[in-house]
């Protein structure tokens, strides 16, 4: 699947509150098993300074602050589905209780999204812009069948939301914790504007396959460093949570004085000053699926009950040419359009039913490899967007920026037809198989010898399915930066193994498309029948130096960017499946639920 790549978000106050004698769990959100915190325990947090979060304490906490307000506004950002959505399920809990009486669902297309990298690319290219606008429409669609709506609005989330709790009086908003520097700041704005308003942001957990209150690590430093202890521990101490259902139809009331509820953004309505243009289609792109839930959920029954996919994976999955070598689950699951969750319950009642085997077990293993990468942006703070990475190696590494270099790159016109025809692919399609990733990043880190973060970038900017913790947590680990095994891969080996006829170069790189077979894997050798295919970029034809030698001042700019300090508040990937390849804060000093996933009250009031 396109889950792990090699395919490959401040964090908030946990529900793990610190006592007197360390780390404890709270029971989550909804959980009615756990039993209340002591009042020892609600002590120490508060003389701690920190936000206790519990599911009954903080409902009760809710309930007391909604009196003043009758709505809840529900701010969707990576969970674009009605099917298990704890955000929704939370705030249809909230109409339930009395605690409020409406619920505003609303997503913001935010200029930042649209704006540049501190590399000067895209932050959202086109194809990934493309597939959020199908996600938009679907999910005003699918919530308009439950009796709700999604207002769409263009602009600063700070402001468009503080607008909005004003005028429907709501003192509660709610939205799914993220674990990455710009995305906490995004809340930290929020939080500020809706405080004189004496409302508060709570952030519920949601993106992950194994719940982050249910992991058995004591703390974010505890958190494995390479994947299969992490693997191993998870299994062994916690299960994959049940998805949750739809809410009921008519279960999330709408405010009556809201305008613009039939607004459904196109192209032109992204605040990206006209610097994106629609994609053309590509007919023989291995990704064909459209955003949104609707989508999302026909793949899953297609690719399990539909035509049994699922029970050759193992085989396939490091395949390049066609559209069912991998799940094709990624976008989806970036977008949220469904949940690791609901992916795990569906595989597991396919088992009971039809076929359990290693393919099965192999795309539970890569939705373990997303969680891997979520909880290790945790861990690591920023420092997986440093230079030197997590765990830098001794003597340092030596990254250089051959701007030339790193455009033949991004053209793929290496020299090298497996690079190249999947840098085509990709600047064509948006997309790249899990096979692809591993080797493009390779060769442009550890070949090449360029710094590793402009790779990352370039994904970031061009991926249809690009996950921030993903993405980065890949690419640094390519670079051999967390400590892990470092995959060094030859590239006419990896061309022989696994494009062997070389279809797979014929198809995107038109200039081999004269020679035969495996001939096409090495042009070199048949140079007559290249055309203008240009000579081999090796690590002799890079312009060494310094890093930054003519890229200084962004890459300055960049690490000032995310080095500014947040408010307040081995098994490597490479043989994983497609969770695809920038930012998270300084690791959690606090870990478990969501800062205000568990409704506690912000920090400061």
């Known amino acids: 699947m396109e889950l792990a790549f090699l395919q490959v ?10 006592t007197p004698r360390g780390w404890r769990p709270a029971p989550a959100l909804g959980r009615t098993s756990a039993p209340p915190p002591t009042f020892q325990t609600v002590r120490a947090c508060a ?29 969707h950002r990576t969970d674009l589905r009605v099917d298990d959505n704890p955000l929704l399920a939370q705030a ?13 669902p609303v997503y ?7 704006g540049l990298t501190a590399f000067g690319s895209d932050k959202t290219g086109a194809f990934r812009a493309k597939f959020l606008l199908q996600c938009i429409a679907d999910f005003k669609k699918r919530m308009r069948s439950i009796g709700s709506e999604l207002l769409v609005r263009v602009g600063e989330p700070e402001k468009m939301i503080a607008d909005l709790a004003d005028d429907i009086d709501a003192k509660i908003v709610l939205t799914e914790q993220q674990v990455t520097d710009e995305e906490l700041k995004a809340d930290e704005r929020v939080r500020s504007t809706l405080k004189p308003m004496r409302a508060d942001l709570y952030e519920i957990w949601g993106n992950t396959l194994y719940h982050i209150d249910d992991l058995p690590f004591s703390s974010p430093s505890a958190i494995p460093k390479v994947f299969t202890p992490f693997k191993e521990k998870c299994a062994k101490g916690c299960k994959p949570s049940v998805a949750l259902e739809p809410p009921t139809k008519d279960s999330l009331p709408l405010p009556h004085e809201v305008g613009g509820l039939d607004f459904v953004p196109g192209w032109n309505d992204l605040p990206c000053n006209g610097r994106l243009q629609d994609p053309a ?30 029970a050759d994976y193992f085989n396939v999955r490091n395949g390049m040419l066609g559209t069912e070598y991998s799940t094709k689950f990624s976008a989806s699951l970036a977008f949220g359009c469904i949940s690791a969750r609901r992916i795990s319950n569906e595989i597991a009642r396919y088992e009971k039913t039809r076929t359990k085997n290693k393919s099965t077990y192999w795309v539970i293993f890569e939705l373990v490899w997303r969680d891997f990468f979520r909880f290790s942006a945790k861990r690591y703070g920023n420092k997986i967007f440093h230079l030197g990475g997590p765990s830098p190696p001794r003597p340092p590494m030596t990254w250089t920026t051959d701007l030339k270099a790193l455009q033949r790159w991004k053209d793929g016109t290496t020299g090298w037809p ?3 025809a999947n840098m085509r692919e990709l600047k064509e399609t948006g997309f790249m198989s899990n096979r692809g990733r591993q080797n493009v990043a390779s060769y442009l880190t550890l070949d090449l010898g360029l710094d590793w973060r402009l790779g990352a970038d370039h ?49 995107w790189v038109p200039e081999l498309r004269g020679l035969e077979g495996a001939a096409a894997l090495e042009p070199w050798k048949h140079g007559k029948h ?15 130096g310094k890093v930054g030698a003519n890229a200084l001042e962004f890459m300055t700019s960049l690490n000032r960017a995310r080095d500014s300090p947040a408010p307040a508040s081995s098994e490597e990937p490479g043989d994983s499946e497609e969770p695809a390849i920038r930012k998270p804060s300084e690791s959690l000093k606090t870990f478990g639920k969501p800062k205000k996933s568990r409704l506690s009250r912000p920090k400061g009031n």
């Open 47 to 75: 003389i701690a300074g920190i936000a206790f979060a519990a599911s009954r304490v903080g409902r009760q906490r809710v309930a007391r602050k909604a009196a003043k307000g009758k709505s809840v506004i529900v701010w």
């Open 281 to 310: 289609s590509v007919p023989h792109s291995a990704f064909t699926i459209e955003g949104g839930e609707t989508a999302a959920l026909a793949r899953l029954k297609h690719y399990l009950w539909d035509t049994d996919a699922i």
């Open 9 to 18: 978000e401040r964090p908030c106050l946990s529900a793990r509150s610190i």
């Open 108 to 114: 913001i297309l935010d200029p930042k999204q649209f």
């Open 92 to 104: 249809a809990e909230l109409v339930k209780e009395g605690s409020v009486k409406q619920v505003l």
């Open 459 to 507: 994904f970031e900017s061009l991926l249809v399915d690009y996950d921030v913790c993903s993405n980065w947590g890949n690419w640094v680990a390519a670079a051999g930066l967390t400590g892990g095994r470092v995959n060094k891969f030859n590239m006419i080996k990896q061309s022989k193994d696994y494009d062997p006829k070389g279809e797979y170069v014929r198809m």
């Open 418 to 420: 497996l690079v190249d």
């Open 530 to 544: 290249c055309g203008n295919y240009p000579k081999r970029l090796t690590e002799q034809g890079v312009q060494r």
